[in-house]
C-alpha cells in the first residue's frame, strides 16, 4: 500500500490567500490545485471527508514532486476550520451567487472557499454565510460549472493580482 501524504511541515507564515477545498472528490483536481497553491505560496486546507485517500496515486501523480512545497493541511471538522476565521474573510464561490468573483474585496490572508466537484457548496453552509457568496460567470448557461482546478486559478490568481501579489511571485 502507497503511504499516504501527510499534511506537510511546510508553512508559509503569512500566505497571501488560503484556499478552503470542501469534501474534493477527484484526486488529480486536489493535486493540481496543490501545485498552484506551491507555485503561489498560498495555503491549502482540505477541509471536510475526503472523496479518496491521501494515499491515492492520482492525487500524488497531479502535484508531481511539489508536495514538499505544497502548505497543506486535512482539516475533517469544517466547522472547526471555518471558526478559525472571521466570516467576513471568507468567499465562497458557488453557482448559485449573484456577484460574480471580480466584486471581491480581497485582503491578505483571506479565505476563497469552493465546494466539491459533483455538489459544490452545501445548501447549510451557503445559508450561514449569505452575503459571502460569489461566482464565476459563463456565458453559456447551460454550463452548470467549470473544473474545479481551473476554477481555484481563476480566481487565486485575479484575486492575487488584486492584492499585488503576482507581481512579487517572480
Known sequence: ???????STFRIAAPALTVVLVEPQIPPNTGNIARLCAATRCHLILAGKLGFELS??????????YWDYVSWEHDPDLDACLARVPPQRLHLLTRHAPRPYTKMATQSGDWLVFGKETTGLGRVLLDRFP?????IPMAEPRVR??????????????????????????
Open 1 to 7: 500500500m502507497a503511504q499516504p501524504l501527510t499534511a
Open 56 to 65: 491515492d496515486s492520482h492525487l500524488k501523480r497531479a502535484g508531481l514532486d
Open 131 to 135: 452575503d459571502r457568496w460569489y461566482t
Open 145 to 170: 460549472s467549470l473544473n474545479l482546478s481551473s476554477a481555484v486559478a481563476v480566481v487565486l490568481y485575479h484575486s492575487l493580482t488584486r492584492l499585488g501579489d503576482v507581481d512579487a511571485i517572480r
